[in-house]
């Protein structure tokens, strides 16, 4: 904020001395309390000193006049402000300070010129981050503004944040923000990060929604935008963000692509789920490991899209180089009795390292069972009935793979 204030000071500075001159004259015949002739006669010479860029030469002049005007009058309140416009110009801002106090001190000032010259000296205040200071020189000068412009609502925005007086700066950065159709983005950022320190997550939603549709190629919008909405327990707003920041191509970051795809599954619609994760993979710009692949593998099972479940576990296997994808596959393949794709599913999943090594044995068991070929698959069982996890699982299995053994032997005997 110091460096935008300085800048804003040396802008306004070569002008704000030209109004001071020319108004001279006008205030010498208008007031009582006037400016003497003399000494609007060496004000207006030091202008063009200063227009000149003389501003060496300028200062000294003002210095001896300072020596020879009277105490207490506007003569004297005059030439301390010149000296402190120009003090600006030179950077020095304590001395400029010092001066333009030093004017407004002695009370002889018109009213708008001092109104005008309190401003400045809050902004002064404000490149030395005084801000309670200038805080309550801005507020007397902001009493007087009939319409006040963006920038100057922006003004006391800016200092009241600063003071972390977030809830007084908000009105005036929000009313800065609806009068024009081209508001400064750090206007926003004001908004939505003194909303967050105030906790209210409702004016946050609001203002990032703000700020998303005015810079819609930006991600953090959006994905803030998401994150708010969930914290505000407003799932399908947050999937809608996210939506949108997927369709404009700008969500980019992997916890953002996750939160989409895991939040399209939680709404219902886990079918979109996968086409997007399946694009964000196409895009390179999610990894294909465990993490996203397994999330691919979980959205095309909930959209019972068995075959492109398949393809992902396929996928899964290969990056991950085990066999407990394989075992998945066999387990859909059995839902769908499709036992022989189960088996060569299960001899796959044999191939590789297994962190279940009973479920598959139990299930290679299941599906030879289930193909009548028995004597295979009570090997199967057995083996299954060596591990703690299926143990129980394998008994039943053994018991009911024998006793179709014995009937379809019964059966052979009884038909040959």
Known sequence: MRNVIAQCLRRACRPLMVTLVLGCS??????GDSLSGSTYNKLTDIQELMAEEKTEEALTELRELREDVEPDTMDLAMVLQMLGYVELTRDNYPEALELMRASLDIGKLPEQ??????YMVAQLYAAQEQFDEAIRFAQEWFETLEE?????LM???NLLAQTERYADAIPFAEQAVTMTDDPQESWYQLLIAASFQLEEYDKAARFLKGAAGHWPEKPQYWEQLASVYLMLEQEGKALASLQLAWRNGVLEKESSVRSLVQLAIAEGIPDRAGRFLEAALEQELVPRDETFLGLWVNAWNSAREYDKAVAALQALAEATGEGDPYLRIANIRVEQARWADAVAALE???QRPLKKPGQVWLTL???????ENFEAGLDALRKARAYDDTRE?????LKYAEGLRSQSRWQSRNNS
């Not at 068991?365 to 193909?371: D, H, K, M, N, Y």
């Open 393 to 397: 699982q394998a008994n039943g299995w």
């Open 348 to 350: 796959s999943a044999q």
């Open 155 to 157: 003004f006391m925005a």
């Open 26 to 31: 006008a205030i010498a015949s208008a007031q």
């Open 148 to 152: 006040p412009k963006p920038q100057q």
């Open 365 to 371: 068991g299941i599906a030879l069972t289930e193909q």
């Open 113 to 118: 010129m001092k109104v005008e010259l309190g």
